[in-house]
């Protein structure tokens, strides 16, 4: 998720002023629905595996890693449903300055948090990994 979110954050929600006006509502309406497709499932599994690994830790996965991707995972699933999710439905009607910049701002939450995910992994795999 992390690869797709600074896509999404550098190169995509910036782009949506590039749209039209007379067309944006049509396309944040599809928008919505072909991202769900894809990122639905997505962040399903990751909070699947994210649980199975409260439940059966990898060995050597301390608490911090494990209770650290929980935390970060609710911080994404909360700034989803909070802040992004009322942006995006705010734009299907069309487009808005102010709710493309808040869009674009708060994405940054998500961003840092999946980041944050990554991190947490690499650490963990730098010392489970041989020499």
Known sequence: MVGLIWFVQIVHYPMYDLVGRSSFAKYQQAH????????????????????????????????????????????????????????????????????HRALVVTNWIRTFAWSGRALILMSYLFQILPD
């Open 32 to 99: 919505q629905l072909r991202t769900t497709l894809v990122v639905g499932p997505m962040m399903l599994i990751e909070a699947a595996t994210t649980v199975a690994i409260v439940y059966w830790p990898p060995a050597g996965m301390g608490p911090y890693y494990t209770w650290g991707g929980v935390a970060l995972l609710f911080v994404v699933w909360f700034s989803t449903a909070l802040l992004q999710v009322p942006r995006h439905h705010a734009l299907s009607s069309g487009f808005d300055p102010v709710h």
